[in-house]
């Protein structure tokens, strides 16, 4: 059973689209997170959310949304896609937002933008 | 400077060997160091913890936290080919959830 999931795994969409990504986690975990991999493998933090609420918003430009309707979900909504985009984007969570027990990855969505 | 600096290699060793990993940091509020492993196209997964300084071990895992110098440390011994696979290095301050990853380095163990 996994324990954070991400639908879709790969996602290939033309500029100027808008998509979304969903994540589900079943740990019972309190907080939620968005990190963004790059080509170079660099992984940067997005967004964070715990209980539902937003306690981290990384200079992400506006096109990209989350939303957590409750705290096994967080979703990613991004409005009119670019280039540069194009990257792995990995949901994870935790049990709480005090770093005492690191997080859990999911697999990762693969989004190629052309 | 970036907060973290890790080697992203790639690094090449045969089977057997001692392997040594580090990352550098510049501040000084970490209090969590992580070590996490990601193989290809997953996600990464927690492999080591550390809160503030010392030394953990784990089975043929060990890592190191010198906050002095701001370097922390994994070290795999008798390295298999299983183990190849990208190393990244996380750092958090306290009380936040909001970990710094390194670049990551990406080791090869040849059989």
């Known amino acids: 059973d996994t324990a954070v999931s991400q639908t879709p795994k790969y996602l290939v969409t033309q500029m100027g689209n808008d998509k979304s990504i969903k994540c589900e986690q079943n740990?019972?975990?309190?907080?939620m997170y968005w990190y963004k991999q790059d080509s170079k493998k660099f992984l940067k933090i997005m967004f964070s959310y715990n209980n539902k609420e937003l306690i981290i918003n990384e200079t992400v430009p506006n096109r990209f949304s989350p939303k957590s309707p409750d705290k096994a979900h967080l979703n990613l909504h991004i409005n009119s896609l670019e280039l540069g985009d194009s990257a792995v984007y990995f949901c994870?969570?935790?049990?709480?937002?005090?770093?005492?027990?690191?997080?859990?990855f999911g697999s990762g969505t693969r989004l190629t933008v052309v | 400077q970036k907060e973290v600096e890790q080697d992203p290699g790639p690094l090449s060793v045969p089977e057997g060997a001692i392997v040594s990993l580090n990352c550098t940091y510049s501040n000084s509020a970490f209090q969590y160091f992580m070590w996490y492993r990601q193989y290809s196209r997953k996600g990464p997964e927690l492999l080591m913890y550390?809160?503030?300084?010392g030394n953990k071990e784990d089975g043929r895992f060990t890592a190191q936290v010198d906050k002095s110098s701001k370097y922390i440390s994994l070290f795999i011994r008798d390295s298999q080919p299983s183990d190849s696979a990208t190393y990244l290095c996380a750092l958090g301050p306290s009380n936040t959830g909001k970990l710094i990853f390194g670049q990551g380095t990406t080791l090869q163990v040849k059989p």
């Open positions: 550390t809160y503030s300084s």
């Open positions: 740990l019972g975990h309190d907080t």
């Open positions: 994870a969570s935790s049990r709480s937002a005090v770093l005492n027990y690191g997080y859990t």
